[in-house]
């Protein structure tokens, strides 16, 4: 059956570093995009990063634009978010999930585009 397994969250300072990882299995992980999600405390789950099948193309979430990096590595069966210069304002559980396949399109922002999502991993940024 489909699994998407999440690490790689913590407790940082505020401007720090977290790399996310998600490791899939279940299925041809390179058929299908992949995104990432997060939920704080009390707000819905928000779209953070979608990847195209062979990471050639990525969307992001403006809050995140030029500070998280979406990618993959499908011979690893393997997603991953770079999270940079964190804010208070991304904590949050930090969720990857699986999105449209093959051949349409990527352009997946919206819980509705993903079939199948992780447990989630915890991302707290402190001031």
């Known amino acids: 059956q489909v699994q998407l397994v999440e690490s790689g969250g913590g407790s940082v300072q505020a401007g720090g570093s977290l790399r996310l990882s998600c490791a899939a299995s279940?299925?041809?992980?390179?058929?299908?995009?992949m995104g990432w999600f997060r939920q704080a405390p009390g707000k819905e789950r928000e779209w953070v990063a979608t990847?195209?099948?062979?990471?050639?193309?990525?969307y992001y979430a403006d809050s995140v634009k030029g500070r998280f990096t979406i990618s993959r590595d499908n011979a690893k069966n393997t997603l991953y978010l770079q999270m940079s210069s964190l804010e208070p304002e991304d904590t949050a559980m930090y969720y990857c999930?699986?999105?449209?396949?093959?051949?349409?399109?990527?352009?997946?922002?919206?819980?509705?585009?993903?079939?199948?999502w992780g447990q989630g991993t915890q991302v707290t940024a402190s001031s």
């Open positions: 999930a699986r999105g449209p396949l093959y051949p349409r399109g990527c352009r997946a922002t919206v819980t509705g585009d993903f079939d199948y």
């Open positions: 990847i195209a099948y062979n990471g050639g193309i990525t």
């Open positions: 279940g299925y041809t992980f390179s058929n299908n995009c």
